[in-house]
């Protein structure tokens, strides 16, 4: 089935740097834009990261450029987002999600990756 | 940016109740709108997209309407499993979430 299984995260000091991985299978992942989404706790979704399904185009939310870094490896199925400067208020849980169609269009998330944790902390 | 806002932040109900969400852009955007479930500790569900398109093996007692920059989404009759936090979502321009409902056990 389509599926998105994500991995990296955990406690990680200020400032240092960490990259999340996301392993998409059920679906042709190279067709398809993905996005990243992070949620604080206790807080709303905030979206983080696009990049197109052959990877050259990317784009940040004003407040994360610079920062963040998405990227993918269509050769391995497989998202990828790079955080340095870790600072203590990108904790939370970063969702992997990938756009509704395969088409130029606007879409809709419509499948999600269960989610990872990163707690930035000393 | 296009802001997203939400009403009300939590909502009490009961089994059986119809549901009433509501959600508002700061600007037109024509029908490019989702709604999503979310449960603790889980990943958002899309429900609806296109401001009233179901997604596949959403149960049809969810509904949406709207277009513009006024939109809501509608459960019928609530069920047990229907208690969540709500997110409306954006993605005329970019892409922006609403500030989530909870709806609550009456």
């Known amino acids: 089935q389509v599926q998105l299984l994500q991995s990296g995260g955990g406690v990680v000091q200020p400032g240092r740097s960490l990259r999340l991985s996301c392993a998409a299978s059920g679906f042709t992942f190279n067709t398809f834009g993905m996005h990243w989404v992070r949620q604080a706790p206790g807080k709303g979704l905030e979206w983080v990261a696009f990049i197109s399904y052959h990877g050259s185009e990317t784009y940040y939310p004003d407040s994360l450029k610079g920062r963040f870094t998405v990227s993918r490896d269509n050769s391995k199925n497989t998202l990828y987002l790079q955080v340095n400067s870790l600072r203590p208020d990108d904790t939370a849980v970063y969702y992997c999600?990938?756009?509704?169609?395969?088409?130029?269009?606007?879409?809709?998330?419509?499948?999600w990756g269960q989610g990872t944790e990163v707690t930035v902390s000393s | 940016d296009i802001q997203m806002t939400q009403s009300p932040s939590t909502l009490s109900a009961s089994v059986g109740d119809r549901v009433t969400i509501t959600c508002r852009a700061s600007q037109n955007i024509a029908s490019w709108l989702a709604w999503y479930q979310q449960k603790p500790g889980k990943a958002p569900k899309l429900l609806i997209y296109?401001?009233?398109s179901l997604e596949s093996g959403v149960p049809s007692r969810f509904s949406g309407s709207g277009s513009g920059t006024e939109f809501t989404l509608t459960i019928s009759s609530l069920q047990p499993d229907d208690f969540a936090t709500y997110f409306c979502?954006?993605?005329?321009?970019?892409?922006?979430f609403g500030l989530g409902t909870k709806v609550e056990i009456k």
């Open positions: 296109k401001a009233s």
């Open positions: 979502q954006q993605y005329s321009t970019w892409w922006t």
């Open positions: 999600a990938k756009k509704g169609v395969s088409l130029a269009a606007p879409a809709a998330f419509d499948i």
